[in-house]
């Protein structure tokens, strides 16, 4: 089947001309003149007497500007990531963030003023019609800005963030953007970058995961001094912030940011690990379909059998539109413009950055989706996933700025939600038991990697920041903790492990999110309790999927999933629930396996 859609994203609607764009040079120094503007209003006297205009003022010029800066940070994440030889990309991105880093001082202030207001002002000014559906995000401020230190303190942090903190980040993308790794393709060699590099590790031929395997592990153990330096110090960094405002949880931070207690975290890992044996059991049955004693880490991902089908992008497309508006016109709808607008950007070529993900621009209201695509089943629930996360937005686009700051775990729920839409219809479609058998382990693999990569991954981070407080971490003690954590999540049940994972895995290296794995298993798991809903309901459901969307940015996950779905998250029943239907599809797997 011929290309018809394009396989590159359109920038230009946004803003003309990419990296050396005259429009978003304008907006961005329009950008600057609002924080001094913004700084004006919040950074008074103490002693300062309470008015309300000027509250007013800051709310909706804050407002505003987080809009805007979010619009321009979704703009050079893009230039980087199309081209990460784009120098003049990679100065924007500096300057944006010395530019968001001054908002983010200048927020200290706003948040003082917040705790500042006399408690008869605040009840008053949250019970009025322009605040009422801002009421959970400023009481949020309001209180966290109580556990921070002074805001002077809290600005100067923001400050050196900018070449300290977001500077190691930085460097890590630098690394990742000099990988270049050979390989042999019919009698040719050439060069891949890490994300073309990574889609080989997932090849249905052993022999090509294998080699590409070594070859990464090798490349990664090469850089492995620059990476441990920015994951030393990123930790270092994170900790002494946490010292100075007297947290002393390393959690505190990522849970208070995705707006979820200890206990839901707790119950949710229990539930998964109760039920691990039966994830055992797929990776071993695995390996005995691969003719394999023992999985290792390369196999894990493998497709099985010669049924794997390979899409085209247009298929994928079509495929994605059509099983969403079994569910939801709405959602099929939106999905078919981002495809038609060029919102999406898949092309297979050299110098894109790895991995997939989706940026919101709030301001333009628009959004863009970034992955690389070889036609597997994969990356058309990859699809899928990143469209769910698009969609979300487009959900959110009308609301205030504040209530549109949903936290990462609901944003992978509708992403997973998506993504489950199509998977379930793809093995429920199969035309024959191999297909069905090769869909539903592609389906099952997700199961694999949330509850055990990314367990690893939590594990990992939790012991790195142990040690860490007690001083630098090699990049050999690293890999270590690395093997630990994946043997103690995989039970010991695979072959060869990944040691270099820390340092070739982005997410740790982010530096907005930190602790950047549960949210994902969160999502998942929640997904699966709406998606049940949606099974029984239909297009029905559609209303009710919109309003829980439109809630995830203004409650806690608690609250969220107790006014949608009526059940209490600090407890096992929904998580058992939840991780069942996941075990339901490993034991459809194993019954028709079974020799």
Request: hydrophobic share 40%; glycine share 4%.
């Amino acid at each position: 089947m011929n290309q018809t859609r394009s396989q590159v994203w359109n920038l230009d609607t946004i803003f003309s001309g990419g990296s050396n764009s005259p429009a978003f040079n304008e907006f961005l120094q329009q950008v600057e003149q609002d924080i001094v503007s913004f700084m004006e209003l919040v950074h008074k006297p103490s002693e300062a007497v309470f008015r309300a205009d000027d509250f007013d003022k800051a709310v909706t010029l804050m407002q505003s500007l987080t809009n805007r800066l979010r619009e321009a940070g979704s703009f050079v994440e893009c230039l980087t990531a199309q081209n990460q030889k784009d120098k003049k990309a990679v100065q924007l991105t500096g300057k944006f963030r010395g530019i968001h880093a001054r908002f983010l001082s200048s927020l200290t202030y706003f948040d003082l003023m917040l705790t500042q207001i006399p408690d008869d002002n605040w009840n008053a000014l949250l019970k009025s019609e322009d605040y009422r559906n801002l009421e959970f995000n400023l009481n949020e401020r309001r209180h966290l800005a109580s556990e921070k230190m002074a805001p002077e303190l809290e600005a100067l942090a923001n400050d050196l963030a900018v070449d300290g903190y977001h500077g190691w980040g930085a460097l890590y993308e630098t690394t990742v953007s000099q990988i270049q790794i050979s390989y042999e393709d019919q009698g040719e060699s050439r060069m891949l970058s890490a994300g073309q590099a990574f889609n080989k590790l997932h090849s249905a031929d052993r022999q090509v995961r294998e080699e590409m395997s070594a070859k990464w592990e090798a490349e990664w153990e090469r850089k492995e001094d620059f990476c441990a330096d920015a994951l030393n110090h990123l930790g270092g960094f994170r900790l002494q912030l946490y010292k100075g405002r007297r947290w002393d949880a390393v959690l505190k931070e990522p849970l208070a940011i995705n707006r979820m207690s200890e206990n839901t975290l707790s119950a949710m890992w229990d539930a998964i690990n109760r039920k691990s044996q039966t994830f055992l059991d797929f990776l071993q049955r695995k390996a005995q379909l691969l003719g394999l004693e023992r999985l290792n880490w390369h196999d894990v991902d493998a497709p099985l059998g010669k049924a794997s089908k390979e899409y085209s992008y247009d298929e994928a497309a079509e495929i994605i539109v059509e099983q969403f508006r079994k569910f939801s016109p709405k959602m099929a709808d939106f999905a078919h413009r981002a495809f038609e607008e060029q919102w999406i950007e898949v092309e297979d070529r050299p110098g894109k950055g790895p991995g997939g993900f989706c940026t919101s621009f709030p301001f333009s209201k628009q959004t863009r989706i970034f992955m690389t695509f070889s036609g597997t089943a994969s990356n058309v629930s990859t699809l899928a996933h990143e469209l769910g996360h698009a969609y979300h937005q487009y959900i959110m686009e009308d609301m205030p700025a504040l209530a549109q700051d949903y936290a990462m775990n609901v944003a992978e729920t509708a992403s997973t939600f998506a993504e489950l839409i199509v998977s379930d219809a793809a093995v429920k479609q199969a035309e024959n038991d191999e297909e069905k058998l090769t869909l539903l382990e592609d389906k099952i693999q997700r199961s694999i990697a949330f509850f055990l990569n990314i367990q690893a991954r939590f594990l990992f981070e939790t012991r790195f920041y142990e040690k860490r407080k007690e001083g630098l971490v090699s990049a050999v003690e690293l890999s270590e903790l690395m093997v630990q954590a994946q043997k103690d999540a995989y039970h010991n049940v695979l072959g060869e492990y990944h040691p270099h994972f820390w340092a070739s895995k982005m997410h740790f290296y982010i530096t907005e999110v930190p602790f950047y794995n549960f949210p994902y298993t969160f999502g998942y798991l929640f997904s699966f309790g709406i998606f049940a809903r949606a099974l029984k309901e239909g297009t029905d459901f559609e209303d009710k999927y919109i309003s829980l969307l439109q809630d995830t940015g203004r409650m806690t996950v608690e609250e969220l999933a107790h006014k949608h779905l009526n059940v209490d998250l600090t407890q096992p029943d929904f998580w058992n629930e939840a991780v069942g239907l996941c075990v339901q599809d490993v034991e459809a797997f194993l019954d028709m396996t079974a020799s």
